[in-house]
C-alpha cells in the first residue's frame, strides 16, 4: 500500500499535479522537493510561482495536511514509496543535437540523486517505484534503469527500483480541470505490481477506463511526444488552409466547421485545433516537434524526420507571412509608423510567453523600423521588454497602446479584445486605419462599417486590400 509520493521538482508540471494527487489522496503523504529553496518558498507562501485557475484554492485546502514542499530532497526521496521525477528538460543550446535535442543534465542528476537517498531500499526488501513525469526523449526511462541498477539496484524480482513512464498531457491554463477530469491517465512500465500501484492511486480519482496502461516503457514516452506533434500538425493544416482561402476568397473558419464535422477527425464543430491563426507557441509544440524529428533522424529515418520538420517550418511561414500582410497592406512600409500589438501570451488564459508568435511578429515589425506599443493584460512588461531586446513600448491598456496608431494587430484571443471600444479606438488612429486580426476574434463586419480596413487570417479580403501584394 502506498502511503507516502514524492516529487523531485517543483515546476510547472509536479507542483499542480502533486497538489491534485494530495487532494484526491488525503491518506497519502504527497511531498514535492526542489534544491531550489527559492521556489519552494514561494510553494510554501500565498504567492504561488505556478499561475493556474484553481491552483492556489487546492494547495491551501492540502498543505499542511496530506501536502508539504520542502527542499530537503535526500530525506523525502528515501522515505517514500513512490517517487515522481518532474524536472526541466530544456532543448540543448549547444552541443551535438542542439536546437533539436533534450538537455538532460537535471533529468541525470535526479536519476543519480534518487540512487544515492534510496540505498536503503536494497536492505528493506521493498521495492521504490520510479516515474517518469518529465518531457524526455524516447528511451529515456531505460537509461534510468541502468543509472540506478549500476547503483546497486538489482535486477528482475529483486530490483529495488522499477521504472515507469506516466507522461503528462494537461494543458497551460486549463492544467487544474486537465488533471481532475484528465481525457486519460497514460502510465508504462515492465513491473506489473509498479503499475498497479500507481494505477491505484489514480484510481482515486481517475475512472479505469480512462487509466491506459502498457508494457512498453517506449510507447508512453512516445505518445507524450506525439500527441503535440499531431496537435501542432493540426494547428499547421489550418494554417495553410488559410493562405489558400485567402488567395481564393474562402473562408477557413467555413472550411474548419466543415472538416471538423467529420468524425473521423473528430473534435466536434469547427473541429479542435483546426482554427488558423498566426501560429502556435507555447512551450511544448515546437519544442517536441523538433524532438520527434531528431528521434527520427537519430534512427535513420530522415524522410519521417523531415515530415515533421516542415510543421515547425510552416508554423514559421505563417507568422512571417502575417508580418509581410502588414507590411505591404501599409503602403509597402511600417518605417516610422506606430503598429499596435494586443496580446503578447502564446494563448488567452496564461502569461506564458514561451515561442509565442507575438515575439516574432513584433522583431519582424521592429525589423522594418515600425514603433511598436504592445499591451497584454497578463504579461509583465518587465517580460515583454526582456523578449524583444526593449525594442518596444509596453502600454498599460488596450487605448493607450492604440493611440495615434496606423495599424493595430490582435495576437492573443483575450476575451476582452472581442469587446473593446472599436469606436473609440478608431477615433485615435491613423488614416487609414489598419486592424490585422491574427487570432479572428473580431467582428470584421462590425470594424469596417466604423471605417476600418480589416485583415483577418484565412477570411475574404478586404475590398482595400485586393489587387495589393500579399508580399511587401
Not at 531550489?36 to 507562501?45: E, F, M, V
Not at 526523449?137 to 534503469?145: G, S
Not at 495553410?240 to 481564393?248: D, G, K, M, Q, T
Not at 514561451?354 to 504579461?379: E, F, N, Q, T, W
Request: with cysteine; proline share 4%; charged share 25%.
Amino acid at each position: 500500500m502506498v502511503k507516502k509520493i514524492c516529487c523531485i521538482g517543483a515546476g510547472y508540471v509536479g507542483g499542480p499535479a502533486m497538489a491534485v494527487m494530495a487532494l484526491k489522496c488525503p491518506s497519502i503523504e504527497v511531498a514535492v522537493v526542489d534544491v531550489s529553496r527559492p521556489r519552494i518558498d514561494a510553494w510554501n507562501s500565498d504567492r504561488l510561482p505556478v499561475h493556474e485557475p484553481g491552483l492556489d484554492a487546492v494547495v491551501r485546502a492540502c498543505r499542511g495536511r496530506n501536502l508539504s514542499f520542502s527542499s530537503d530532497v535526500d530525506r523525502h526521496v528515501a522515505d517514500a514509496d513512490i517517487v515522481f521525477v518532474s524536472v526541466n528538460t530544456p532543448t540543448k543550446s549547444r552541443g551535438l543535437g542542439a536546437g533539436l535535442a533534450a538537455d538532460l543534465a537535471y533529468w541525470e542528476s535526479a536519476a543519480r540523486m534518487v540512487a544515492a537517498a534510496s540505498r536503503s531500499a536494497t536492505t528493506t526488501g521493498k521495492s521504490k517505484i520510479i516515474v517518469e513525469k518529465s518531457s524526455v526523449p524516447v528511451r529515456t526511462a531505460e537509461a534510468m534503469e541502468r543509472i540506478l541498477l549500476a547503483h546497486g539496484g538489482g535486477e528482475g524480482d529483486d530490483a529495488a527500483f522499477h521504472v515507469v513512464s506516466n507522461p503528462e498531457f494537461f494543458s497551460e491554463g486549463t492544467a487544474m480541470r486537465d488533471l481532475l477530469c484528465p481525457d486519460r491517465v497514460l502510465i508504462g512500465g515492465r513491473d506489473r505490481d509498479a503499475v498497479r500501484a500507481l494505477v491505484d492511486v489514480y484510481a482515486h480519482w481517475v475512472p479505469e477506463d480512462k487509466i491506459v496502461t502498457t508494457t512498453s516503457l517506449c510507447s508512453a514516452e512516445l505518445s507524450k511526444l506525439a500527441a503535440n506533434a499531431f496537435l501542432a500538425q493540426r494547428v499547421t493544416s489550418a494554417n495553410a488552409i488559410s493562405a489558400l482561402c485567402e488567395a481564393v476568397g474562402a473562408d477557413v473558419s467555413d472550411v474548419s466547421r466543415a472538416v471538423g464535422m467529420d468524425h473521423r477527425v473528430g473534435g466536434g464543430v469547427g473541429g479542435a485545433f483546426l482554427n488558423a491563426g498566426v501560429g502556435f507557441g507555447g512551450p511544448g509544440f515546437h519544442r517536441d516537434v523538433l524532438r520527434l524529428a531528431y528521434a527520427c533522424d537519430c534512427n535513420g529515418l530522415p524522410e519521417a524526420a523531415e515530415y515533421w520538420r516542415q510543421v515547425v517550418a510552416m508554423n514559421e511561414y505563417q507568422k512571417s507571412r502575417f508580418v509581410r500582410r502588414v507590411v505591404s497592406s501599409m503602403f509597402g512600409t511600417v518605417a516610422g509608423k506606430k503598429v499596435a500589438v494586443l496580446g503578447f501570451a502564446f494563448k488567452k488564459g496564461v502569461a506564458d510567453t514561451r515561442d509565442s508568435p507575438a515575439i516574432d511578429v513584433c522583431r519582424g515589425l521592429v525589423g522594418d523600423r515600425a514603433h511598436v506599443s504592445v499591451y497584454d493584460p497578463a504579461v509583465s512588461e518587465k517580460q515583454i521588454l526582456r523578449d524583444t531586446a526593449a525594442k518596444v513600448c509596453v502600454a498599460r491598456d488596450a487605448y493607450e497602446a492604440a493611440e495615434g496608431a496606423h495599424g493595430l494587430c490582435v495576437l492573443t484571443e483575450w476575451d476582452e479584445f472581442r469587446t473593446l471600444d472599436y469606436q473609440r479606438i478608431f477615433d485615435g488612429m491613423q488614416r487609414p486605419a489598419f486592424v490585422f486580426d491574427g487570432r479572428n476574434v473580431v467582428d470584421v463586419g462590425k470594424l469596417r462599417e466604423i471605417g476600418f480596413v480589416v485583415y483577418s487570417v484565412g477570411k475574404p479580403l478586404d475590398p482595400w486590400l485586393k489587387g495589393l501584394p500579399a508580399v511587401a
